[in-house]
């Protein structure tokens, strides 16, 4: 007779696949990891899973949510104890870098696997869009108070665009021959900042210039 599961043997094993799951499709990717995989780490039958998850992409919608909502919360922490909007960017910024630094897997699922975030995953959409929010509406918050002096969507996403380059580079072992993590990443704050609070003439064309490399 099979064995009555509790609701927390339910979340205790989905806990658990999750964890497995998001380690191994930072690790291998989306399409080197099979839910027979999944199961076998497990040591269950390959059709355990499946009483959990729907599938395999559900399972990493699951796992990316989760990632978004720490992420998330991380973020709201760091905004929460910010005495000004630049000081709340800092901060804010500071706890990008230590989330991607203490939890590098997760990081890698929210970012390098091609998932869609849209309705047919709710959660994920969710977690996703409070992230985000976290991160670019810091510049929105100085253009108001008068800090900085370009477009704050843009010089949002180009902070958010540069944070995340050197998230990757760190991740990919380039620092261990280049400047101090710590030291650059400072510096590359402080230098957009410079920029976009006493941007020139010069600077605000070059920025509304159509763009003319094909690229978008």
């Known amino acids: 007779m099979p ?3 509790t609701e927390k043997d339910i979340a205790d094993f ?3 696949l999750c964890r497995v799951a998001t380690e191994r499709f930072a690790r291998f990717g989306y399409e ?5 995989q999944l199961a076998e780490a497990l040591g269950c039958s390959p059709k355990t899973p499946y009483r959990y998850f729907k599938d395999k992409a559900d399972i990493l919608a699951t796992v990316r949510a989760q990632a978004f909502a720490r992420f998330a919360d991380a973020l709201e922490a760091a905004a929460a104890k910010g005495e000004t909007p630049q000081d709340r960017a800092r901060r804010v910024g500071e706890a990008y870098l230590r989330f991607a630094a203490d939890d590098p897997h997760a990081y890698r699922i ?3 696997i091609d998932q869609p975030v849209d309705k047919e995953h709710p959660d994920l959409a969710r977690e996703a869009h409070r992230a985000r929010g976290f991160i670019t509406r810091q510049a929105e918050d100085m253009a108001k108070a008068g800090m900085i002096d370009v477009d704050p969507v843009l010089f949002g996403w180009s902070i958010w665009a540069a944070t995340h380059g050197l998230v990757m580079l760190r991740q990919a072992g380039m620092f261990d021959s280049g400047p101090d993590f710590g030291t650059l990443a400072s510096f590359q704050g402080a230098l957009m900042f410079k920029g976009a609070a006493k941007a020139s003439n010069m600077f605000k064309e070059a920025i509304k210039a159509p763009n003319k490399t094909g690229r978008k």
């Open 14 to 16: 989905r806990a658990e």
């Open 3 to 5: 064995r009555y599961l």
């Open 32 to 36: 080197g990891v099979t839910m027979r």
């Open 110 to 112: 929210m970012f390098e």
